[in-house]
């Protein structure tokens, strides 16, 4: 009876399977032979209101922000167990995952900042022995990678009528991510002063900062298991509440309508978010001291 009850699921799983692909290529060919018809015009597909809509949904997706979905949980969670409890917390997290959002963006713009500073010192390097001067190099140098920032302004106005370039770098690399820049004014200064060769120091500096933008993308990648292991164990209890409303003990009116359920919850929540501060506090730290 099991084997005739699962190659009958089987079957029906072929068929349905089947059903669908003639379905979606019947609809292709359709919508081919529209476009054909119709000379190449464009051909709208579904009701009539359809793309409008889609248009809507995609705006609204970029304007709602990743912290309001806490703010809808909540509110999902308040009318399932009947309590405003979650709505609460839902609206505590808000603030807690905007940080968390503009944090992460941060660190994307100082990544992609110290990505250009390098490659303006590697095409600095080959302006300079392209046989270019350096004030002359530094132009189509830093417009190619935009490793000056918002000081770019100012740093080739000081190359091009005889500024202080090298104080110009240095208040250019008061931006996060551009570091990199004090070396190069470094380089700047001595071939400048001394004579020395600018395209050979942009050399040694570009493999340094290389190599340290390597050895962060290295720790990040060692730490993501970390990360993702702790992210998995905080959402243990959210699938403790599901299998518990699975098997019907009804958790939310537990955890939000008895005493002893309001206790669990306000310590399990403290001690999830202490654990996850602390986690978080620790790749942190890792995180600081190799750079």
Excluded: K, Y
């Excluded at 713009?109 to 590697?122: M, N, P, T, Y």
């Excluded at 920032?149 to 202080?164: E, K």
């Amino acid at each position: 009876m099991n084997g005739t009850a699962g190659m009958s699921t089987g079957t029906a799983a072929v068929c349905l399977g089947t059903a669908a692909w003639l379905l979606a290529g019947r609809r292709a060919g359709a919508r081919r032979a529209r476009l054909l018809l119709a000379g190449g015009a464009p051909v709208g597909s579904g009701p009539p209101g359809w793309p409008r809509v889609i248009h809507v949904w995609g705006r609204i997706r970029g304007r709602l922000r990743a912290e309001w979905w806490s703010l809808a949980a909540g509110a999902a969670l308040a009318l399932l167990g009947a309590s405003v409890l979650p709505l609460v917390a839902g609206a505590a997290g808000v603030p807690l995952l905007r940080r968390a959002r503009l944090a992460h963006g941060e660190r994307r713009v100082r990544e992609h900042r110290g990505d250009a500073v390098i490659a303006l010192c590697g095409a600095l390097a080959g302006e300079v022995r392209a046989g270019r001067q350096p004030g002359e190099a530094l132009s189509p140098a830093a417009r190619d990678s935009g490793g000056l920032g918002d000081a770019q302004a100012t740093v080739l106005a000081a190359a091009r009528f005889g500024g202080d370039v090298p104080d110009g770098l240095v208040e250019a690399a008061r931006q996060p991510g551009a570091e990199g820049l004090r070396g190069l004014a470094a380089c700047w200064r001595v071939a400048v002063d001394q004579g020395a060769g600018l395209a050979a120091g942009l050399d040694r500096l570009e493999a340094a900062l290389r190599a340290e933008r390597d050895q962060r993308a290295d720790l990040r990648a060692q730490l993501a298991g970390a990360r993702a292991t702790a992210v998995m164990l905080a959402g243990l209890p959210v699938l403790g509440l599901g299998l518990g409303a699975a098997l019907g003990a009804d958790p939310l009116h537990i955890l939000l309508h008895t005493p002893s359920g309001l206790g669990c919850l306000v310590a399990g929540g403290g001690l999830e978010g202490l654990g996850l501060w602390w986690v978080l506090r620790i790749m942190r730290g890792a995180e600081e001291a190799s750079a």
